[in-house]
């Protein structure tokens, strides 16, 4: 029982931090902007598509595919912030949220054009040989995703908390104006902040390929995963989002585990609706309160 | 004025969607002069000052800065000519320590470690309470406290022309006195200061000259004492 127990807590732990690192996506762009970017789970699609094409379609080395698909999904994110967000300026959150929704879609169709509806697979980064633990076993991919995920989770906290530059786009969501007033570039924040969503997204994505498999409609579901742990840490709080993905990959990892794996998905929104009901805000987000 | 002017708006325009805030506006600012912009609410005075920043476009006529066109200049690099201004209502970065608000302020100038290091130190001086709740939240701070951050953060951005909307709005009359106290000693030292105010007597007080702004218009623009002893601003902006 404690061995299947343990097993289930490394499976959740994997799971979870690819939810963390979407869900991170998530609330940097909401904090930026307070849009939620519904293209984010295209953002782990693509960096996981482009990979594996590039790895087996061009005879790349493993490494070089894998930095190249993160740069190309980088760029995909901002040109995405630049030609399709930036342009309907003045636009309310809820038609930005639709330009998003629209964008998922884009680039669903994109990859199903580009690479065809096969599900494929990646080589793992170092080898197969199962690690034992006790009686439970762990891939040497899962170190990969938990350190990968730990190594950007703290990236990215030190970004907002200790650089000027990450203070600035936190700046710009609390007050466009005030931003403009004392010179921040905000247009540019912005563009950093759609980057660094589309970078952790596709670090998500080539770390767990690996594992999970990939294809053109594999973001759909780690984007509305990923939705839910933002939903589920607090919206608009980094380390929430990053606590809500965790949390949400052990339950459902242990919910398939001792109920059935037939739930494991039904788990993960029942979690969403119930905390919605019942805590708004999300287990780590401050009531939001507006002063007039 | 023997110099040109630093500032020198000419026939200014603005429309939020159909409706015309502001009309041609026309005024000059010299080097080193304190300018007072007094009128009722609704006047135009903030759309006016967001026109000089662009967080607000002009829809005709010009602004220039130290001769140099800045009419459709991005906020951003408006900020880094050396226009810097303190938003009504404070806008300070609430969430945001007082530090990190300060270091904000000097987000154009960042890359001039020694400057900026010299006159964060300088500002801590002149509001010795900021420098106490450095760490504190900025949205905690009372009004007065969070108009001395706004202040301070605008001084970060290295101002040639300070742009100063209603700061006195909302602070007991101490603080008032306080605040307009600090405006006129910046002045003194060197800082060029455009005072947007509706306590008309407080701004003329300590101005050079003032511009009285009616419905979108300047309607008299004089010294600010002979302002001061005009019979129709007496009547209707000083209320005596």
Known sequence: MWDQILQFLFTGVTVGATYALVALGFAIIYNASDVVNFAQGEFVMMGAMCAVFLYSGSGLPLPVALLLAVALTIVLGMSFQRFAIARARGASVVSTIIITIGASIFLRGVALLLWGKDILAMPHFSGETPIQLGRATLLPQNLWVMGGTGVMVLAVHYFFHHTTLGKAVIACSCNRTAAHLVGINVGLMMLIAYGLSAFLGAMAGVLVTPITFTSYDAGVMLGLKGFSAAILGGMGNPMGAVAGGLLLGLIESMAAGLISSGYKDAIGFVVLLLVLFLRPSGLFGKASAERV | ?240
């Open chain 2, 1 to 240: 004025m023997p110099s040109d002017p630093m500032l020198k708006v000419s026939s200014v325009s603005t429309h939020y969607g159909p409706v015309q805030a502001l009309h041609g506006i026309s005024m000059e600012v010299y080097p080193g002069e304190l300018v007072a912009i007094v009128g009722a609410n609704g006047a135009g005075k903030t759309t006016l000052l967001h026109t000089l920043s662009r967080v607000q476009n002009a829809s005709a006529g010009q602004v220039w800065f130290d001769g140099m066109e800045i009419t459709r200049l991005p906020p951003h690099k408006i900020v880094a000519a050396g226009v810097c201004q303190v938003p009504e209502g404070r806008q300070v970065f609430a969430p945001l320590s007082v530090d990190d608000n300060l270091r904000l302020g000097g987000f154009t100038q960042r890359k001039d470690h020694h400057w900026f290091e010299q006159e964060l130190e300088r500002v801590y001086d002149l509001f010795p309470i900021l420098k106490e709740k450095w760490q504190q939240a900025a949205g905690t701070l009372s009004g007065g406290q969070q108009q001395m951050l706004a202040i301070g953060r605008a001084l970060l951005g290295r101002p040639r022309l300070l742009l100063l909307d209603e700061p006195s709005m909302g602070l007991a009359p101490l603080l008032v006195e306080e605040i307009f106290r600090i405006i006129q000693q910046l002045n003194e030292q060197g800082v060029t200061i455009l005072l947007v105010e509706q306590n008309a007597r407080a701004a003329l007080g300590i101005a050079d000259r003032g511009y009285v702004l009616e419905t979108g218009s300047v309607v008299l623009s004089a010294k600010a004492d002979e302002l001061l002893e005009d019979e129709a601003v007496r009547r209707a902006y000083l209320g005596y």
